[in-house]
């Protein structure tokens, strides 16, 4: 950031009074510009024994499969989030179902929220940032061509446990070369 978002005004990386770390402060207006990390909201959409993947027409990982996820907006849910970037990926209209998996991606800003979805109907076709769209079953997933370790590691979680008859809840942390369940998270060189 170089430039105030209130009045225009360039702004300094500083330590304001009273807080612990440097934040972007107007050096006119004295606005403090805060950033915080940024949710990410998506879901694996089912239908019978397949899942929704969409190949992305964008980049990052441009032509790799991924399921329907995007940035929250202001003034949604969690759960309308999910559901629109499903719509604006897939033109797929979904049923929310319970929530699946949450990453933490500390080193890029960024926490993953990902539901199991119902497809409603297989009305579903690419929107503007998707090159294709297309139900898989677990012997087709495209592994190597995934665009993401939180979808890679979320579908690994996804097919172990549908073997077992019980969908439970995922969380972890990605690192920047690995990915470590919270409860056992080590640091990169432990
Ligand atoms: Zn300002």
Redesign the pocket.
């Known amino acids: 950031m170089k430039f105030?978002s209130?009045?225009g005004?360039a702004v300094t990386l500083k330590i304001p009074p009273g807080d612990s770390l440097p934040r972007y402060v107007?050096d006119?207006?004295h606005?403090i510009h805060y950033q915080n990390p940024r949710m990410v909201v998506g879901c694996i959409v089912e239908w019978e024994d397949r899942i929704l993947l969409c190949r992305r027409a964008i980049e990052p990982r441009y032509g790799c499969w991924t399921v329907p996820a995007g940035f929250m907006e202001n003034g949604e849910t969690t759960q309308d989030g999910a559901m629109r970037e499903t719509l604006e990926e897939a033109n797929a209209r979904i049923e929310i179902l319970p929530l699946y998996a949450l990453y933490n991606i500390p080193h890029i800003n960024q926490v993953y929220l990902l539901y199991r979805a119902r497809l409603l109907d297989l009305d579903f076709r690419p929107g503007a940032e998707t090159l294709e769209t297309s139900l898989f079953a677990e012997s087709g997933i495209p592994w190597n061509e995934l665009a993401f370790a939180t979808v890679r590691n979320t579908l690994t979680h996804y097919y172990q446990d549908r073997r077992l008859g019980h969908y439970g809840f995922h969380s972890g942390t990605i690192e920047r070369l690995r990915i470590s369940p919270d409860t056992t998270r080590r640091n990169p060189d432990g």
Do not use: P
């Open positions: 105030c209130n009045c005004h107007c006119a207006c606005t």
